[in-house]
């Protein structure tokens, strides 16, 4: 097989930024990355020498106590925020010297975020929701309407693009915030605890939406304190004190399709919220 005609030919991004980005590079690189937060005279360190790749397609699984540094972490690898030291590649962009407005674009562009809490504009309908982040992609209103159209549907709510959060259960909720999320088709998806509001039985609907998504092949890290979604993961991390302690492939990794069936059969009668 020719591997150069390949990279060409499966490019997904437009515009990489020159002699940085392949096909075969990894869409996450740190190596010994650091931080520390200033607190008057105290200094937490926060994350002490973290080095991880993330690959294009994975699907990882990032764990650890309260305070291991989850969340530090995936601030910095969603460019929310700089490492103190230590380097950090995303699809190829060293992140550390990018100004601020710099950091702001490859965000808009490359990351999508979805949170426990789903941070939707309550009012707003779902399309309007799923709208704002193309406000930057200098589309036009209809081109823009349609992409967060599709991104819905692809999310099970082309049925409700005209409803509104707060009209909305938890799990389409979230479901809003995942398509807002992949509107801008980015390069990976991060989710700090996407289920961490939702019930088991909706927190496997939305894991089934997620391993979906990523067998289309999109990038996600998931941060969980509950094995049983990190089950639907193909890759452990475990976090403790700043560092990674756990770095494994998940050799029995869950399919929530089949839960959910499984789920459908036995307890027909059971009320969905
Ligand atoms: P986790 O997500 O695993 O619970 P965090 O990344 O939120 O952990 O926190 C790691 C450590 O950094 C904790 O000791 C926390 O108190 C501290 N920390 C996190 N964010 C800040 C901040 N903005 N300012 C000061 N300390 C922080
Ligand atoms: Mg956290």
Same mark, same amino acid.
């Given at each position: !097989?020719?591997?150069?005609?390949n990279?060409q030919?499966s ?7 020159a002699?940085f980005w392949?096909?075969?590079q ?7 990355v650091?931080k ?5 005279q105290?200094?937490?360190?926060a994350l002490r020498?973290?080095?991880?790749e ?10 650890g ?5 989850k969340?530090? #972490? !995936?601030n910095l690898i969603?460019?929310?925020?700089r490492p ?6 995303l699809?190829?962009?060293p992140v550390?010297?990018m100004?601020?407005?710099q ?12 949170f426990q809490?789903?941070?939707l504009?309550?009012r707003?309908?779902a399309l309007?929701?799923?709208?704002l982040?193309? *406000?930057?992609?200098?589309?036009s &209103?209809?081109?823009r309407?349609?992409r967060?159209r599709?991104a819905?549907?692809a999310v099970g &709510?082309?049925s ?5 959060? *707060?009209? !909305?259960?938890g799990?389409?909720?979230q479901?809003v915030a995942i ?6 088709r980015?390069?990976? &998806? ?7 509001n939702l019930?088991s ?5 939305i !894991?089934?939406i997620l391993?979906?998504l990523?067998?289309h092949g999109?990038?996600i890290v ?6 049983d979604i990190?089950?639907?993961c193909?890759?452990?991390?475990i #976090? ?6 756990q770095?494994?492939?998940n050799?029995?990794q ?7 069936a499984?789920?459908h ?7 969905h919220q």
């Amino acid at each position: !097989m020719d591997t150069q005609e390949n990279i060409q030919l499966s490019a997904a991004d437009p515009t990489p930024v020159a002699g940085f980005w392949s096909e075969e590079q990894p869409v996450i690189v740190a190596a010994n990355v650091k931080k520390s937060y200033h607190l008057g005279q105290t200094v937490v360190r926060a994350l002490r020498g973290v080095s991880l790749e993330v690959h294009r397609g994975e699907f990882v699984a990032v764990m650890g106590p309260s305070g291991s540094g989850k969340s530090t #972490f !995936m601030n910095l690898i969603g460019c929310l925020d700089r490492p103190s030291s230590g380097t950090y590649l995303l699809d190829g962009i060293p992140v550390r010297e990018m100004s601020s407005d710099q950091l702001a674009a490859v965000r808009n562009r490359k990351i999508g975020f979805v949170f426990q809490s789903f941070n939707l504009l309550p009012r707003a309908s779902a399309l309007s929701n799923v709208m704002l982040p193309l *406000v930057y992609a200098g589309l036009s &209103l209809k081109a823009r309407r349609s992409r967060a159209r599709r991104a819905l549907e692809a999310v099970g &709510l082309g049925s409700r693009l005209h409803h509104k959060p *707060v009209e !909305m259960s938890g799990g389409q909720q979230q479901r809003v915030a995942i398509a807002r999320a992949l509107v801008n088709r980015p390069a990976i &998806l991060l989710a700090d605890e996407p289920t961490g509001n939702l019930d088991s039985r909706t927190s496997v609907e939305i !894991m089934a939406i997620l391993q979906e998504l990523n067998e289309h092949g999109l990038t996600i890290v998931l941060v969980t304190h509950e094995p049983d979604i990190a089950a639907y993961c193909k890759r452990h991390v475990i #976090f403790r004190d700043g560092i990674v302690v756990q770095d494994s492939p998940n050799p029995t990794q869950r399919f929530a399709s089949d839960q959910l069936a499984a789920q459908h059969s036995a307890l027909d009668q059971e009320v969905h919220q």
